[in-house]
């Protein structure tokens, strides 16, 4: 079983639709990052949370440490949002990142 | 540099040949780090430097793959004899330091094929 799932897989919706995607771990961590990947291999960094909520623009990240447990959500999404979703951890103790299997979400208009 | 650069962007080889991917981190980062990514996976840790040193190596798959960092800015990730199971996207990352409150900036990736 991978330290990080992601869920789901795959997500297709109409522009203007509220997305969610989930992020699970199984290992104590430090900080968990949420990434965007576009086509062509470029990462993007868009959170790094440890506790709590962050929003930026259309986007929010927020984790439950205690349930092990982050989400991101996209409000009145856009088809420029399509992109793979990456949920990565930092291991307590270590300096490197776990990464899920990603997120492919495409936003049709 | 703005920002982490990696070369070449594509690279296309022959199974049992050598190859050398380049990473220049952002000038003044200190934690330099080496990922894999195979197609429909996420990245995989491949080793980790804070300055000239390999702080951690343990992703390292087997003995065919070094990586250097001899001045403790541009890194190069070696592979010898190269295996078709070898492609993937190897992407670097470079950060301001070994806290976890830095960020990390990645590179574009190089796109490695071994035909």
């Known amino acids: 079983k991978n330290e990080v799932e992601q869920s789901p897989q795959n997500l297709t919706a109409q522009e203007g639709e509220f997305i969610t995607i989930n992020c699970s771990y199984s290992?104590?961590?430090?900080?968990l990052h949420w990434l965007q990947q576009h086509p062509g291999g470029g990462i993007v960094s868009l959170f790094m949370?440890?506790?709590g909520k962050k929003k930026h623009g259309r986007l929010i990240a927020t984790i439950n440490i205690q349930e092990k447990h982050s989400s991101l959500h996209i409000t009145a999404s856009h088809p420029r949002d399509s992109a793979v979703y990456i949920c990565?951890?930092?291991?307590?103790?270590?300096?490197?990142?776990?990464f899920g299997q990603g997120t492919r979400l495409t936003i049709n208009p | 540099g703005a920002g982490v650069s990696q070369t070449p962007s594509n690279k296309v080889t022959e199974k049992g040949k050598y190859v050398e991917l380049r990473c220049d981190p952002i000038?003044?980062?200190?934690?330099l780090y080496w990922y894999r990514q195979s197609l429909g996976q996420g990245p995989e840790f491949l080793i980790y430097?804070?300055?000239?040193?390999?702080?951690?190596d343990s992703g390292l798959p087997n003995d065919r793959f070094f990586a250097v960092r001899p001045e403790g800015s541009v890194s190069t990730l070696k592979i010898q004899r190269t295996e078709r199971g070898d492609s993937a996207v190897y992407l670097c990352?470079?950060?301001?330091?070994?806290?976890?409150?830095?960020?990390?900036?990645f590179g574009s990736g190089t796109r490695l094929t071994v035909v």
């Open positions: 990352a470079s950060s301001p330091g070994p806290y976890v409150n830095y960020g990390y900036t």
């Open positions: 290992v104590g961590i430090s900080a």
């Open positions: 000038s003044g980062h200190t934690a």
């Open positions: 949370l440890s506790s």
């Open positions: 990565a951890v930092i291991i307590q103790g270590a300096q490197k990142l776990v």
């Open positions: 430097f804070q300055g000239t040193g390999a702080a951690d």
